[in-house]
């Protein structure tokens, strides 16, 4: 696609079959060059499994057509070498995560660390808490709700819970984003966990905090 100006100020604006033309053209391109950089190891050798591979690229997508990320892009550049810069930084952000998430059990991906000590499943052997998780359920709205319920009652990977809900695990792991945030929030409000603190994706132990 050439970037000429009209096409430039479509994909600023979000036109969706710009946006569209965008993906068809760099997709595989994207995934290429992920996979080449997969065998050189780093913070890409996750992304020899296939599944990993396509929910970075999905989520490199859906973070370049961002409002702002779009805007952000001048026409100029080479748009692979700009969407690869964003994969990098998912990626960086990923395996940040990975290493220093803490708290709240349920909801952590395969390979986070754990802290040591009491955490959220623990707590809710507590009759105390275990009602105000309960109240906390009331509060949601039925898709909310549901994903608690597959996530954190079932324990099911987010691939499975996507597919169960009919999401993508991208649209899965937003959401689960927001539920965690109001859920330490909610949480915290009454007097639990509250050495922790919301980043990105995941829960941090703030500094100086034991």
């Not at 479509?10 to 060059?33: N, S």
């Not at 059990?105 to 395969?110: D, T």
């Not at 007097?191 to 980043?199: D, K, M, N, Q």
């Amino acid at each position: 696609m050439e970037w000429d100006d009209d096409n430039l100020r479509r994909f600023r604006e979000g036109t969706p079959d710009v946006l569209a033309a965008v993906y068809r053209e760099h997709a595989e391109g994207l995934a290429r060059m992920l996979r080449a950089a997969a065998w050189r190891g780093g913070v890409f050798s996750h992304l020899k499994s296939a599944m990993e591979l396509e929910n970075t690229l999905l989520e490199t997508f859906a973070r370049a057509f961002e409002p702002r990320t779009r805007a952000a892009y001048d026409g100029t550049r080479p748009y692979g070498h700009f969407l690869m810069g964003i994969a990098r930084n998912v990626l960086l952000e990923q395996t940040r995560n990975r290493e220093l998430a803490v708290g709240l059990e349920p909801f952590e991906q395969k390979g986070e660390v754990v802290e040591d000590g009491p955490g959220l499943a623990q707590l809710l052997e507590d009759r105390e808490v275990e009602a105000l998780v309960a109240g906390f359920k009331d509060g949601l709205n039925d898709e909310e709700r549901r994903l608690f319920e597959l996530r954190f009652g079932e324990g099911l990977p987010q691939e499975t819970a996507a597919s169960r809900m009919g999401l993508t695990r991208i649209q899965v792991r937003r959401r689960e984003h927001g539920i965690k945030t109001r859920l330490l929030g909610f949480l915290q409000a009454r007097g639990y966990l509250e050495g922790l603190e919301s980043r990105g994706w995941s829960f941090f132990r703030r500094r100086g905090e034991s």
